[in-house]
């Protein structure tokens, strides 16, 4: 308490910095969602106490309407979180990284842990022809997948 | 190992007390206040800490809940006890429960690799403790540009442009205090009345889109 | 009067419009092998209206000239141009009617409108009559073909557009239906377009017309800059403006008259463009006999006709349209005496028929005062023969009809009591084609060189058409002479057919090269067979009635035609044409007469005596004469010679171009996009797919705006 930080503010601050460090760091799907809502308290404790600074009521109010968000994010955060597990039997948030570029190394056994494999979900995409060239017939048109060695748990 | 078990809280509550002490030695304020929002703010603290480093994720989950429950108690200490009240119920009686639970049905098969390793934890300390310095620096220089200045409601501006900063239903009266039921439920029922009935209906949608995107299981399985 | 003369100005070129455009929108799914009823009943609809308007034009109940007299916009928002005629500057008898402006831009004011005078008239009577009986040949000639709506729909609109470029009245018009004509020309060559042959033929066609349409539209331009105008009426019959155009810029009418040829040497296939008509016998028989020998090819010859105005002003461009024409003539005549077959005989005998028309065009250098009968000349030439060519094209159809799609004329021989009605109608087209006396290719061809014989007897070109004169004698009996040679090889000589006339069903050896038409050639099988089994004898069957017909009254017309010409019917109304200079008497030479007719019965002699009474002949001067012969067979190998000088370095240009295009300009395209692929290979490295990383990025740039916050803070 040096007299110019407000202690709660240093709390809702040190709450925000772990709920990141918390979501970079974890890779439990649920555990992130978690990390999260703890920023959430971050926020909310520091409107609260800016509510109290300033004898007004608006920052409770606010943070009673960020509670309302978080309740449904939660929600649904739980819902997909759900069918992704159906799919890959896994919360490991590693699975999950289809959009990564082609030739980037997969997460996925980057270290030596026994995680379950990877179903590669990765939606078709077609190839399209240089313009103004001829149609190769031996390339068919068809979505070409760079194999990474990866078998097909599809469940 | 019982033992090892057995000291750990041990050393917590220890290191708890300590904290607790050191903080009203630079305090310096002798009620009972002061004395509990350390303790109160250290605990919170102390939890997140195990609650983002913990293998077990069960016990993150529980650790989480003891966060929600320390910023309850801040809550009360920024006199919102409505707040404490509704986030208790929001958060450990509902969202930490249904989390347990996923959790624990997820988990049948044992601890997993993934709970194990944390991902680049330097880089996201770095990069967290960066943002938590900045942030302290706003918050201080924010205090020194008050510090000298009772903050009341007369040295904020009412308006900007012709947009009203402080609703006028927000603010408590006279008689009343912060965060009193009274005050937050006129304000809530008469400034922000379309605010309610907006985010009734994003819990509405919220419910109905968790069923749909749901997947579809046999009974009993995830 | 006027309304019934607009609406028989707009039904010429709408009736077959209407039906090209049902027979294209319904033909495969509602007409199907009724496809040539619209067709036929709007070209009899378009006759009729051609001839109504052939016996009203010339009584002069309307007459139009330029701007002096009075109009008045009726009704139908048409304006129609109405003057007495005796205050007209100069005779100008014809109906406009205006369609609608087209474009007015600038100075040019472009209006679609229609204009029919004497010689539009005659060219309308000749186009819709003769498109009807072919398109009544070809209802039964192309039965049961599986492109048959598309046949009928593409020959409605080639009638269109022809009555349309007939029918034209200004110069920009007519270039644009030259070039519908051209289309559906490109169209009905290539109409078996599964025949490599057939798909290269009509590609040449389309190429080589480019290059004489080219000429034209730049004659065009040159009009319209000189002129300011290309409305007929201001450039053609304004003699004012053509005087002060001809003394204040003697070269230009020149040179527009001399790229107004080059198209018409283009459309007209004359040398050195003449190589695209022989291959354009690819397209189905009565193709040939509409487009490629009554109609499309004398819109050259109609457009120099209708713009003599100009070309009385240019003797030079009138001797180089003479000794093209004769060129063409006397070149093609030579090709004719060596094909076999009997279809590029036809063709090459309609190359040099039109080089005759040129010639007499050309015969008007003589003086202003023989324009008129030199127009007259070639105008008769091209009506008669556009009946008696199309005649000899129908017949050789129905010869190939017969023999299973074998043209060849040495795989046949002795038809004459086979198919009786081929060969007499064949007959009476050969007779008119050769000269004979009294038929109708006598009459045109004796006004030719009665044209001719004027530009010997006056002017300053004597010795010009002295030669040109004699080209014209000796190619009228080399006509006479391949003509009958054709006649006497298919009709003559011991009866012989070839085996897929024979067959009954299927055309098993149809790797002979002259397999035209073997696209309907199953159907024709068919119906040979069902004759079979009622005569129990494998024999060639003659033209069914919807052939025959047709073929009965072109005969006819073949014989009796040419004596409008006698009969002073054809030279009289043709004078009516507006901007024809004033006619000088002209009598009829009997020397001439006698001339061509000894000519002609020469050149048959000769023919019966070389190829029934003594086939050994032909052989020994073939045999005698080998160079001279591979030289005709081989069409003087302008092919050839046009595949070395000209295909040969644009393919190399084609080449270079495209390793350019490859490899140069797709280079630079390639490096422009190289460079975002290039600027993005660090940044994509933070692309790794895993959501925390994209919070961490997150969170840093939150950073950067926390700090740029506080620095705003720290300035207020």
């Given amino acids: 308490m040096n007299g110019s930080i407000h202690p709660t503010l240093l709390v809702s601050a040190a709450l925000f910095a772990l709920g990141?460090?918390?979501?970079?760091?974890?890779?439990?799907?649920?555990?992130?969602?978690?990390?999260?809502?703890?920023?959430?308290?971050?926020?909310?404790?520091?409107?609260?106490?800016?509510?109290?600074?300033?004898?007004?009521?608006?920052?409770?109010?606010?943070?009673?309407?960020?509670?309302?968000?978080?309740?449904?994010?939660?929600?649904?955060?739980?819902?997909?979180?759900?069918?992704?597990?159906?799919?890959?039997?896994?919360?490991?948030?590693?699975?999950?990284?289809?959009?990564?570029?082609?030739?980037?190394?997969?997460?996925?056994?980057?270290?030596?842990?026994?995680?379950?494999?990877?179903?590669?979900?990765?939606?078709?995409?077609?190839?399209?022809?240089?313009?103004?060239?001829?149609?190769?017939?031996?390339?068919p048109l068809q979505p070409t997948r760079t194999s990474r060695g990866e078998t097909t748990t599809h469940v | 190992m019982p033992g090892k078990r057995a000291i750990r809280p041990l050393g917590g509550l220890a290191a708890l007390g300590a904290l607790a002490l050191g903080f009203q030695l630079v305090a310096g304020e002798q009620n009972i206040n002061g004395a509990i929002y350390v303790v109160v703010s250290t605990f919170c603290l102390i939890a997140a800490v195990l609650m983002i480093t913990n293998r077990n994720p069960v016990y993150a989950a529980l650790w989480f809940a003891v966060v929600t429950l320390c910023v309850c108690g801040l809550f009360l200490l920024q006199s919102a006890p409505f707040l404490a009240a509704a986030s208790i119920i929001v958060y450990a009686g509902a969202i930490i429960v249904t989390f347990l639970f996923v959790i624990m049905l997820a988990q049948q098969s044992g601890s997993s690799g993934y709970d194990q390793s944390s991902r680049q934890p330097l880089f996201a300390s770095i990069v967290a403790f960066t943002l938590l310095g900045t942030m302290l620096m706003t918050f201080q220089s924010w205090g020194e540009q008050h510090a000298h200045t009772q903050v009341s409601e007369a040295a904020l501006p009412k308006t900007i442009g012709t947009a009203t900063v402080v609703h006028a239903a927000s603010r408590p009266t006279e008689k009343e205090q912060v965060g009193e039921l009274r005050g937050l439920g006129r304000a809530l029922f008469s400034d922000f009345l379309f605010s309610v009935e907006i985010a009734g209906t994003l819990l509405l949608i919220a419910s109905i889109g968790a069923i749909a995107l749901a997947p579809r299981r046999a009974q009993g399985t995830l | 009067m006027s309304d019934y003369a607009q609406l028989i100005l707009w039904l010429i070129p709408g009736a077959p419009l209407i039906a090209a455009t049902v027979i294209a929108l319904f033909g495969k799914l509602l007409l199907g092998g009724r496809s040539h009823v619209p067709c036929v009943a709007a070209l009899a609809v378009a006759f009729a209206a051609s001839l109504m308007l052939l016996v009203s034009i010339v009584p002069a109940t309307f007459v139009e000239s330029s701007g002096t007299g009075a109009e008045y916009i009726d009704e139908d928002g048409q304006t129609f141009v109405q003057i007495d005629s005796d205050t007209a500057v100069s005779p100008a008898k014809g109906a406009v009617a205006t369609g609608y402006e087209w474009l007015d831009i600038g100075t040019l004011n472009l209006r679609i409108d229609l204009r029919a005078d004497a010689i539009a008239a005659i060219m309308l009577a000749m186009v819709t009559g003769v498109s009807l009986l072919v398109a009544i040949f070809a209802s039964g000639y192309m039965h049961g073909d599986p492109g048959y709506p598309r046949f009928f729909a593409a020959v409605s609109l080639f009638v269109f557009s022809m009555c349309m470029l007939v029918l034209a009245g200004n110069f920009l018009q007519l270039f644009i239906f030259w070039e519908a004509v051209g289309?559906?020309?490109?169209?009905?060559?290539?109409?078996?377009?599964?025949?490599?042959?057939?798909?290269?033929?009509?590609?040449?066609?389309?190429?080589?017309?480019?290059?004489?349409?080219?000429?034209?539209?730049?004659?065009?331009?040159?009009?319209?800059?000189?002129?300011?105008?290309?409305?007929?009426?201001?450039?053609?019959?304004?003699?004012?403006?053509?005087?002060?155009?001809?003394?204040?810029?003697?070269?230009?009418?020149?040179?527009?008259?001399?790229?107004?040829?080059?198209?018409?040497?283009?459309?007209?296939?004359?040398?050195?463009?003449?190589?695209?008509?022989?291959?354009?016998?690819?397209?189905?028989?009565?193709?040939?006999?509409?487009?490629?020998?009554?109609?499309?090819?004398?819109?050259?010859?109609?457009?120099?006709?209708?713009?003599?105005?100009?070309?009385?002003?240019?003797?030079?461009?009138?001797?180089?349209?003479?000794?093209?024409?004769?060129?063409?003539?006397?070149?093609?005549?030579?090709?004719?005496?060596?094909?076999?077959?009997?279809?590029?005989?036809?063709?090459?005998?309609?190359?040099?028929?039109?080089?005759?028309?040129?010639?007499?065009?050309?015969?008007?250098?003589?003086?202003?005062?023989?324009?008129?009968?030199?127009?007259?000349?070639?105008?008769?030439?091209?009506?008669?023969?556009?009946?008696?060519?199309?005649?000899?094209?129908?017949?050789?159809?129905?010869?190939?009809?017969?023999?299973?799609?074998?043209?060849?004329?040495?795989?046949?021989?002795?038809?004459?009591?086979?198919?009786?009605?081929?060969?007499?109608?064949?007959?009476?087209?050969?007779?008119?084609?050769?000269?004979?006396?009294?038929?109708?290719?006598?009459?045109?061809?004796?006004?030719?060189?009665?044209?001719?014989?004027?530009?010997?007897?006056?002017?300053?070109?004597?010795?010009?058409?002295?030669?040109?004169?004699?080209?014209?004698?000796?190619?009228?009996?080399?006509?006479?002479?391949?003509?009958?040679?054709?006649?006497?090889?298919?009709?003559?000589?011991?009866?012989?057919?070839?085996?897929?006339?024979?067959?009954?069903?299927?055309?098993?050896?149809?790797?002979?090269?002259?397999?035209?038409?073997?696209?309907?050639?199953?159907?024709?099988?068919?119906?040979?067979?069902?004759?079979?089994?009622?005569?129990?004898?494998?024999?060639?069957?003659?033209?069914?009635?919807?052939?025959?017909?047709?073929?009965?009254?072109?005969?006819?017309?073949?014989?009796?035609?040419?004596?409008?010409?006698?009969?002073?019917?054809?030279?009289?109304?043709?004078?009516?044409?507006?901007?024809?200079?004033?006619?000088?008497?002209?009598?009829?030479?009997?020397?001439?007469?006698?001339?061509?007719?000894?000519?002609?019965?020469?050149?048959?002699?000769?023919?019966?005596?070389?190829?029934?009474?003594?086939?050994?002949?032909?052989?020994?001067?073939?045999?005698?004469?080998?160079?001279?012969?591979?030289?005709?067979?081989?069409?003087?190998?302008?092919?050839?010679?046009?595949?070395?000088?000209?295909?040969?370095?644009?393919?190399?240009?084609?080449?270079?171009?495209?390793?350019?295009?490859?490899?140069?300009?797709?280079?630079?395209?390639?490096?422009?996009?190289?460079?975002?692929?290039?600027?993005?290979?660090?940044?994509?490295?933070?692309?790794?797919?895993?959501?925390?990383?994209?919070?961490?990025?997150?969170?840093?740039?939150?950073?950067?705006?926390?700090?740029?916050?506080?620095?705003?803070?720290?300035?207020?």
């Fill in chain 1, 20 to 139: 990141a460090i918390g979501f970079l760091t974890r890779r439990n799907l649920i555990l992130m969602i978690l990390s999260a809502e703890m920023m959430l308290h971050g926020v909310g404790l520091a409107m609260v106490t800016f509510g109290q600074i300033h004898q007004n009521n608006e920052g409770q109010i606010f943070t009673i309407f960020v509670l309302t968000v978080a309740a449904c994010e939660a929600g649904l955060a739980l819902a997909l979180i759900l069918s992704l597990y159906h799919r890959t039997k896994s919360l490991d948030m590693d699975l999950w990284s289809a959009l990564r570029e082609d030739d980037l190394p997969s997460p996925v056994g980057m270290d030596s842990s026994n995680s379950p494999a990877e179903a590669d979900t990765r939606p078709a995409q077609p190839i399209l022809t240089p313009a103004g060239l001829p149609l190769d017939p031996k390339t």
């Fill in chain 3, 183 to 716: 289309l559906c020309s490109y169209l009905l060559i290539g109409f078996w377009f599964k025949k490599p042959s057939a798909a290269a033929a009509a590609k040449k066609a389309f190429v080589i017309n480019r290059i004489g349409d080219f000429g034209l539209i730049t004659g065009i331009f040159l009009i319209w800059t000189t002129f300011g105008s290309t409305d007929f009426s201001k450039v053609l019959f304004d003699a004012a403006a053509l005087a002060r155009v001809n003394t204040e810029q003697p070269g230009m009418i020149q040179l527009i008259c001399f790229l107004l040829f080059v198209g018409a040497m283009g459309k007209s296939a004359q040398f050195p463009l003449h190589v695209w008509l022989p291959d354009a016998m690819e397209g189905p028989t009565p193709v040939s006999a509409l487009i490629h020998a009554a109609t499309m090819v004398t819109a050259g010859v109609y457009l120099v006709a209708r713009s003599t105005p100009l070309f009385v002003l240019a003797p030079q461009a009138q001797l180089f349209v003479a000794g093209i024409g004769a060129a063409t003539a006397l070149i093609s005549a030579l090709i004719a005496l060596t094909q076999y077959d009997l279809k590029r005989v036809m063709a090459y005998s309609t190359v040099s028929q039109l080089g005759f028309m040129f010639m007499a065009l050309g015969s008007a250098a003589a003086g202003r005062e023989y324009a008129t009968f030199a127009v007259m000349a070639a105008m008769f030439h091209l009506f008669t023969h556009a009946y008696f060519k199309a005649l000899l094209f129908l017949a050789s159809g129905s010869v190939m009809h017969s023999m299973g799609d074998v043209i060849d004329m040495r795989r046949f021989s002795g038809l004459r009591s086979v198919l009786p009605v081929t060969h007499w109608t064949f007959l009476c087209g050969a007779l008119a084609l050769a000269g004979f006396p009294l038929m109708a290719g006598f009459w045109s061809k004796d006004e030719i060189l009665a044209a001719l014989s004027n530009g010997i007897a006056h002017g300053q070109y004597k010795t010009f058409f002295t030669v040109i004169f004699g080209v014209a004698v000796l190619t009228a009996l080399l006509t006479a002479f391949y003509t009958f040679r054709a006649y006497f090889m298919t009709f003559w000589g011991p009866e012989k057919f070839p085996e897929e006339a024979l067959q009954p069903h299927g055309h098993g050896a149809h790797d002979d090269a002259h397999d035209h038409d073997h696209s309907h050639a199953p159907v024709v099988h068919a119906a040979a067979s069902g004759h079979e089994m009622v005569h129990g004898d494998a024999r060639p069957h003659d033209a069914p009635p919807p052939m025959a017909w047709p073929l009965r009254i072109l005969a006819v017309c073949a014989v009796l035609i040419g004596f409008v010409g006698p009969a002073h019917l054809f030279g009289p109304y043709i004078e009516n044409t507006p901007g024809l200079p004033d006619v000088t008497p002209h009598h009829m030479s009997l020397p001439l007469m006698l001339l061509s007719a000894i000519i002609a019965s020469v050149g048959m002699g000769i023919a019966y005596q070389w190829y029934v009474k003594a086939p050994s002949i032909p052989e020994k001067l073939e045999s005698g004469l080998r160079p001279l012969f591979k030289l005709s067979h081989g069409k003087f190998f302008f092919d050839e010679l046009f595949t070395a000088i000209l295909v040969a370095p644009l393919r190399v240009i084609a080449v270079c171009s495209s390793l350019f295009d490859k490899y140069i300009l797709d280079g630079l395209v390639d490096s422009v996009g190289a460079i975002p692929r290039l600027m993005s290979q660090a940044p994509r490295r933070l692309h790794g797919g895993l959501t925390p990383a994209y919070a961490a990025t997150m969170l840093i740039a939150v950073l950067g705006c926390v700090f740029c916050v506080m620095q705003l803070f720290a300035a207020n």
